[in-house]
C-alpha cells in the first residue's frame, strides 16, 4: 500500500533558510490556551524546561518575543506571537484539505499502476468537520478508505452528476427548502438518487472571544469598523447567508468584506480568530474549536446523496453501514452543534427537497 502525506515548511528566508520546527506552533497554541509555561508543558507532554527553551530559542531567531510573563497573568502570546500562530492556524485550515485531496489523487495514480491499495470511495462533499474525522478514523484501520475531497455543495452535486464521485455532501437550512431545491434539483432526481442523512448542524455568525464589537445580529455587520470574511459564492453556506440577508433586508455592498472569500469552515474562523475579520458565517464546531463566540441563526441538514442502483456496491453498501452505526454518532457526539435526529436515516429526493409548486391561475371573474 502506498500512502502519501504531503507537508509544507515554515521558513525564515526564502532559499533554504531556517525551517519552523513544526512543535513551536503546537506549544504556541498550548500557551495560548492554557496560560501558562506548566499548562502547556502538560499539553504538550514536554518538560517546563523544554517549553521555554524552545520559545526562548524561536524568539532569538525572529528576534522579537513570543511570550510574555505577567504576575497574577500567567504566559500571554505577544502580538507577534499571536499573529504567528494566527497564520499556522489558517495555513493548516486553508491548504490541508488540498494538500490531502493531492495527495490521495497521487495514491490513486500510484496504486493503479502497481495494481496494489485498497479502493476507495470518493467523496465529494461540502466542507465538514465530522465527515473529515471519519476518513481520518477509517484510514487509520483496515478495511473502507475515504478520499474526501472538499468542495462546495453545488460543486459537489455536480461532480455526482458528472460520475465523477460516488457520493455527493450537500446542506441546507430548515426553512429553506424552496431556495435549495432550486439551486440542487438541477442536479438531483427522484427517480436516480437517494439521500442519506449525515447531521444536523448549527450555523450562525462566529466573532472574537468576549465579542469586543458588540455583534449580535445581522444588521450590526454593517457597522462601522466592521469587518466580514464570507465563504466562496456556490457554497451551500454562502446560499444560506444570501438568503439570510435577503429576508432581513440587508444590502451586501453595506457589509465590509462581503466579497472576501474563505473555502472552509475552519479558514473562516481562523481568520476571525487571528483578528483578520470581525465576523465570519459558519458552523458552531468551528467557532468552538478557534475558541471564539458564536451567535447562532438557523438550524441546517445535511445530506449525503448517492445513485439509488448503486446501493448495492461493497464500498458504498459499507460507508452506509457506517453511517448507520455507533462510529459517526461517537463523532458527532463530541462536536457542538451537531444533532443527530437525521444520521443514518434514507431520504427520497422529492421529500427533502419538495418540487416548486406553481402558483395557481386567478379565478376568472365571468
Known sequence: MIRVKLQYEWQLQP????????????????????????????????????????VGKWERMFGRPLVKLSRGRGAELTEFGQKLLWAEQ??????????????????????????????????????DLALGQLRDRLARGEGLKLDLRFLGSLDSLAALAKGQCSVAGFHFAEGME???????????KPRKHKLIGLATRTQGLMVAKDNPKGIHDLSDLTGKGVRLINRQRESGSRIEFDELLSGAGIDPAAIDG???????????????????????????????????????????????????????EPLLANFVKLLCGAELRKILSGMPGYGTSITGKFYDVSDALPARRSTPAPASSN
Request: glycine residues 10%; aromatic residues 10%.
Open 90 to 127: 489558517l495555513v493548516q485550515a486553508r491548504l490541508a484539505p488540498k494538500l490531502e485531496s493531492v495527495g490521495h489523487e497521487i495514491e490513486r495514480a500510484m496504486s493503479n499502476v502497481m495494481d496494489v491499495g485498497p479502493a476507495r470511495l470518493v467523496v465529494c462533499a461540502s466542507h
Open 15 to 54: 532559499g533554504g533558510g531556517q525551517g519552523v520546527e513544526p512543535i513551536l506552533f503546537r506549544v504556541l497554541y498550548a500557551l495560548h490556551s492554557s496560560g501558562s509555561v506548566a499548562g502547556a508543558a502538560r499539553q504538550t507532554k514536554l518538560s517546563y524546561r523544554h517549553v521555554w527553551g524552545l
Open 178 to 188: 424552496q431556495a435549495a431545491t432550486t439551486m440542487f434539483r438541477r442536479y438531483l
Open 258 to 312: 462581503y466579497h472576501s472569500e474563505e473555502f472552509t469552515h475552519l479558514a473562516v474562523a481562523a481568520t476571525v480568530a487571528g483578528g483578520m475579520a470581525d465576523a465570519g458565517y459558519g458552523i458552531r464546531a468551528a467557532a468552538a474549536h478557534y475558541g471564539l463566540d458564536f451567535i447562532p441563526l438557523l438550524t441546517e441538514r445535511y445530506y449525503l446523496a448517492c445513485r439509488g442502483d448503486a446501493l448495492d
